[in-house]
């Protein structure tokens, strides 16, 4: 079975632009969450998405956005970058439950100048 | 969301057991406990979970306090790659989200 992955792996941009990262989930899963890890800090939770609808979201202002895809392949949007949105980002895809383990990326780079 | 309280760091040396240790005070009765490692330059990785027995794996045991305010996960041969930062998480019942606090850091020397 093909893991998580994501693209691209690393990226710079400039404050005030727009970006878009890229996520394709685990073979069967039907649920994508993302996080943002600051560095030296754990993972904080961005939203989730299941059946292609955001399902529970974090504390992030909206201009960090999502989509889920038939295909259960994922984007995050982030509009108006700010210096502090550089960090690595993190898509998990898992089957609903609590007893099923998020499967993670080895996330996006991303860092704003 | 409860929180979870771990040591920021800790050593051992390959080969030898190691028992990382969590206090979850606060936990609610229909709280999962997960464990999580990060490798370096890795995303997350899932280790074990358990609600209130003890539970194994072919990664490690997770050993929970009869009260559930502790648990303690138990790598019973430490190698080099498990050196890595490990998080214990409350995983509330019927949540898809995970809280990660800072967690613990594990250094294994040779």
């Known amino acids: 079975e093909t893991g998580v992955t994501q693209s691209p792996t690393h990226l710079i941009k400039t404050r005030g632009q727009q970006v878009t990262l890229r996520c394709s989930s685990q073979s069967g899963h039907n649920t994508v969450s993302w996080y943002q890890q600051a560095l030296g800090q754990g993972p904080q939770f961005i939203f989730q998405?299941?059946?292609?609808?955001?399902?529970g979201r974090g504390n992030f202002p909206p201009r960090f956005s999502g989509l889920q895809f038939p295909n259960y392949s994922s984007e995050l949007n982030v509009n108006a970058l700010e210096l502090d949105d550089s960090a690595l980002y993190l898509c998990?895809?898992?089957?609903?439950?609590?007893?099923?383990?998020?499967?993670f990326g080895n996330g996006t780079r991303l860092t704003v100048t | 969301d409860a929180k979870t309280t771990q040591p920021n760091s800790m050593e051992s040396n390959e080969e030898e057991p190691v028992h990382l240790p969590c206090n979850h005070s606060?936990?609610?009765?229909?709280?999962?406990i997960h464990w999580y490692r990060q490798l370096p330059s890795q995303g997350p990785e899932y280790v074990i979970h358990?609600?209130?027995s003890n539970v194994n794996n072919r990664m490690a045991s997770l050993a929970i306090a009869e009260d559930r305010k502790s648990s303690t996960l138990i790598l019973h041969r430490a190698t080099l790659r498990d050196a890595a930062v490990y998080y214990c998480i409350l995983r509330v019942q019927g949540a898809q989200k995970l809280v990660f606090g800072q967690g613990t850091r594990l250094t294994i020397n040779p």
């Open positions: 606060t936990i609610s009765g229909t709280d999962y």
């Open positions: 998405y299941y059946r292609e609808e955001e399902n």
């Open positions: 358990g609600l209130t």
């Open positions: 998990a895809s898992s089957l609903v439950g609590e007893y099923s383990p998020l499967h």
